[in-house]
């Protein structure tokens, strides 16, 4: 049974059960009898307003349950949705729009730009009450059809959309309804939402408890950077299943309150988007005995996740640095050498996933789908198979992630292609030439420093740095910005004409 079935069955059984909970949405809360009327309402107008016109459809918001409403509204009427949080730049959200041709745009925050084709929240509140009309369930997206898809850094300085089909996701929750060793449906648990909704991390939490007839706790980012109010929060939540970055729980480790005694019904804690450290899964297991720890590990372009391994006081002892664990039922990892060549267990390599939550690829760009994306026979039953870029080793059947192959990297559980920074650093005016190297914290990617080369006299390289990080700002997210800018005459180059990377990190 898939995700829209398992959400109907909800609404019929449990109508007033709440499905998601937004502090400071505009409705605070939405139950899954709405949830499934409501998408109806706005999947028929969409069908009805657009009929033929399949474009995948920008939704743009922060948080709010009425974003979950258009979500399946969209994949009720056909289309996928595109999901674009207010944290994004508009230059960025911009590029989004024009390379979906998005028929319309949900957006239930205001747009700091007038695109014709957008549509308020109060306008979708207007259509679901004036509307009575039902979707046909013919109409829903089906197996290999695109569910939703997920921009992500791209090295040409234009974000790149994953495309997550049906059968992906359903496939992926297949699995994710059962991380921790026991079947979570009907278990009425509490999910924390940490992640925006266009960070592939939110997929855990928002459909597992979708699938499982949870109920959704969003953490706006108001509330996440005030310590009293996430305190407060998550008190008041009852919280089950925590899904979060190893970043966002590492901040929470910093208070006081953030423990069993506080916070008694936390029994799971999900991790992915980044390496979780020993330390940290130290201190959890600690503050919360009767919790699990489970890490897991998995690109967008494998619907979030697809490895696991329950962190046990054995395992801290065991490992360090901690595996990523083993790969979910229908998924087979392979590690490969620059020829393609399977790799025996111990050694280094390129993480090649080949399984059946690998995307179908990159949205309009069959020339960087092609680079990334393939297919491989295993047991006799061929799979689309995705060149992760990461390097990792299998090691007592457990595989260990070790960090990017190429320029990619993960900062505070963000992937980021450090190109895609060096090339909005150059489209500003004046700026020659750009380098952005990783800044690493007890082995961990901590920030990011910017060697800057300019065609202009740098007076005061604080005053400088300042101005060119507000320029940043306004093409890329706050994750993307170098917290340290350095200004030189030129950028050092090796023998063969590349720029001397090794050099300028050993400036840092």
């Not at 925590?242 to 019904?265: G, H, K, R």
């Not at 919790?291 to 696991?308: C, D, H, Q, R």
Request: net charge neutral; charged share 25%; aromatic share 10%.
């Amino acid at each position: 049974m898939g995700i829209l079935e398992k959400i109907k069955i909800y609404s019929e059984n449990n109508k007033d059960k709440i499905a998601i909970y937004s502090e400071n949405s505009k409705n605070k809360s939405i139950t899954y009898q709405e949830l499934w009327d409501f998408s109806d309402r706005l999947a028929f107008y969409i069908q009805n307003k657009f009929k033929d016109n399949k474009s995948p459809i920008v939704v743009y918001g922060h948080k709010d349950p009425f974003m979950i409403v258009c979500f399946l509204a969209c994949v009720k009427s056909g289309r996928a949705y595109c999901p674009v949080d207010i944290s994004v730049p508009d230059e960025r959200v911009k590029d989004i729009i024009s390379e979906t041709k998005s028929p319309v745009i949900f957006a239930l925050e205001k747009l700091n730009f007038s695109p014709e084709n957008a549509v308020s929240f109060e306008e979708i509140e207007s259509i679901i009450k004036s509307e009575n009309n039902k979707i046909s369930e013919s109409c829903y997206v089906k197996n290999d059809d695109v569910f939703y898809i997920i921009f992500t850094s791209g090295s040409t300085g234009k974000p790149k959309g994953v495309q997550i089909t049906l059968d992906c996701l359903n496939n992926f929750l297949k699995w994710s309804s059962f991380l921790g060793g026991e079947n979570l449906e009907n278990k009425n648990y509490v999910y924390i939402n940490q992640a925006p909704f266009s960070f592939d991390l939110s997929v855990m939490d928002l459909y597992t408890s979708l699938y499982t007839g949870g109920t959704l706790w969003c953490l706006e980012k108001k509330v996440q950077m005030d310590y009293n109010l996430l305190i407060e929060s998550l008190k008041k939540s009852g919280v089950n299943v925590w899904v979060s970055t190893p970043s966002f729980a590492n901040l929470c480790l910093a208070l006081d309150d953030f423990n069993a005694e506080n916070i008694p019904d936390l029994k799971l804690f999900l991790f992915c988007g980044e390496t979780l450290p020993n330390l940290t899964a130290k201190l959890l297991l600690e503050r919360f005995p009767k919790a699990k720890v489970i890490n897991t590990y998995g690109p967008t372009e494998s619907t979030v996740a697809m490895t696991e391994i329950d962190v046990t006081p054995e395992v801290l002892d065991k490992y360090s640095p901690l595996p990523v664990g083993k790969p979910k039922n229908g998924t087979h990892v392979f590690i490969m050498d620059e020829k393609g060549s399977d790799l025996p267990e111990g050694e280094k390599g390129e993480i090649v996933i080949v399984g059946d939550t690998v995307s179908v690829g990159y949205f309009k760009r069959p020339d960087i789908t092609k680079k990334s994306f393939g297919t491989k026979n295993v047991n006799g039953k061929t799979y689309r198979l995705y060149r992760t870029g990461d390097e990792g080793y299998f090691k007592d059947g457990q595989l260990f992630y070790c960090g990017r192959i190429d320029l990619q990297i993960k900062l505070h559980g963000y992937r980021i292609e450090l190109e895609d920074i060096e090339n909005n650093l150059m489209k500003i005016k004046g700026i020659k030439n750009a380098v952005v190297i990783p800044v690493k914290k007890d082995g961990i990617i901590d920030s990011l420093t910017a060697f800057v080369a300019a065609d202009y006299k740098i007076e005061s390289s604080l005053k400088a740095a300042i101005s060119l990080k507000k320029e940043l700002s306004e093409f890329l997210p706050p994750y993307m910005v170098p917290k340290k800018i350095i200004f030189k005459d030129k950028i050092p180059m090796t023998n063969n004409g590349k720029v001397n990377r090794k050099k300028l990190m050993e400036e840092l």
